[in-house]
């Protein structure tokens, strides 16, 4: 089992940067790859970004590459999604997710396992 628990949401204005936290419990996480979801009002869940479980792979989707970064530290049972640049269109509920590199591969996003709350990120104009 492993449970997830996300922070560093806020409101910032265009341009500014926000650094996201998933602090996992569970001896499992670092066999696990994870990944960064962000849902907006009316709008489908969108895959973000996702880092393997020895933090070599990464995946970026179109619209952060070059804003986003995604890490993970093992040792401290966290991942880490830093925002610049950020645009209003950014403005979401941020969840993290964990489970088999696979799942994601085949994007089974709905058969991830362990999610956590969300942390909201609202940038303003």
């Known amino acids: 089992q492993v449970q997830l628990v996300e922070s560093g949401g806020g409101s910032v204005q265009t341009g500014g940067s926000l650094r996201l936290s998933c602090a996992a419990s569970?001896?499992?996480?670092?066999?696990?790859?994870v990944g960064w979801f962000r849902q907006a009002p009316g709008k489908e869940r969108e895959l973000v970004s996702r880092?393997?479980?020895?933090?070599?792979?990464?995946y970026y989707a179109d619209s952060v590459k070059g804003r986003f970064t995604i890490s993970r530290d093992n040792a401290k049972n966290t991942m880490y999604l830093q925002m610049f640049s950020l645009k209003p269109e950014d403005t979401a509920v941020y969840y993290c997710?964990?489970?088999?590199?696979?799942?994601?591969?085949?994007?089974?996003?709905?058969?991830?396992?362990?999610w956590g709350q969300g942390t909201q990120v609202t940038v303003s104009s």
């Open positions: 880092i393997s479980a020895e933090g070599v792979l990464k």
């Open positions: 569970g001896r499992s996480f670092s066999m696990y790859t």
């Open positions: 997710a964990a489970d088999l590199e696979s799942k994601f591969v085949t994007r089974n996003f709905n058969e991830l396992r362990y």
